[in-house]
T-cell receptor, first 111, second 113 residues
Framework: GESVGLHLPTLSVQEGDNSIINCAYSNSASDYFIWYKQESGKGPQFIID?????DKRQGQRVTVLLNKTVKHLSLQIAATQPGDSAVYFCAENTGTYKYIFGTGTRLKVLA | DAGVIQSPRHEVTEMGQEVTLRCKPI?????LFWYRQTMMRGLELLIYFNNNVPIDDSGMPEDRFSAKMPNASFSTLKIQPSEPRDSAVYFC???????????FGDGTRLSIL
């Protein structure tokens, strides 16, 4: 299940360091956002979500930040582990149940 | 709990042949989505259903593509006739309601020769 291949932006991080993956979304009317993780050969897997009435939400080792002013979303992964290596997608929903997915960022965790 | 189940996982066929992809959503989920993923275009929504009824098929590329959901536990995506440019990974996803995260299957990798 590789997604976008040759032209995917790649973030390389040392194991144990924090990772920050960014996403610019397109529609100022979007009110719900999701981060997905996709490992090779698998479908996207839900990580964390946030609604537009919030600017920060925390999960286990992950934090999502939303800046509606500049239409920017970020995913922070604390203490990055080898198992975090994957492609990460943001998805926005404009309220119609149709999600717009970003092109993805490949995270490589270096041992 | 069983997740979204797709079959087959891989399909290789010659152009002109009919291709049928299958999906079993998570039990109790009211929404079902079909996506296509390619290197060039990323993840694209093809069609989605609510309570077995197609709601939006504006992403279906052309009349060669059709999707059905005869009951709450089964959906098919059919391509007839298939063309090499249809080669992609096709994902099915389901969600409890429209405004909640979608759960994806592991996809069908389709290669049209």
């Amino acid at each position: 299940g590789e997604s976008v291949g040759l032209h995917l932006p790649t973030l390389s991080v040392q194991e144990g360091d924090n990772s920050i993956i960014n996403c610019a979304y397109s529609n100022s009317a979007s009110d719900y956002f999701i981060w997905y993780k996709q490992e090779s050969g698998k479908g996207p897997q839900f990580i964390i979500d946030i609604r537009s009435n919030m600017d920060k939400r925390q999960g286990q080792r992950v934090t999502v930040l939303l800046n509606k002013t500049v239409k920017h979303l970020s995913l922070q992964i604390a203490a990055t582990q080898p198992g975090d290596s994957a492609v990460y997608f943001c998805a926005e929903n404009t309220g119609t149940y149709k999600y717009i997915f970003g092109t993805g960022t490949r995270l490589k965790v270096l041992a | 709990d069983a997740g979204v189940i797709q079959s087959p996982r891989h399909e290789v066929t010659e152009m002109g042949q009919e291709v049928t992809l299958r999906c079993k959503p998570i039990s109790g989920h009211d929404y079902l989505f079909w996506y296509r993923q390619t290197m060039m275009r990323g993840l694209e929504l093809l069609i989605y259903f609510n309570n077995n009824v197609p709601i939006d098929d504006s992403g279906m590329p052309e009349d060669r593509f059709s999707a059905k959901m005869p009951n709450a536990s089964f959906s098919t995506l059919k391509i007839q006739p298939s063309e090499p440019r249809d080669s992609a990974v096709y994902f099915c996803a389901s969600s409890l309601t429209g405004g909640q995260p979608q759960h994806f299957g592991d996809g069908t990798r389709l290669s049209i020769l």
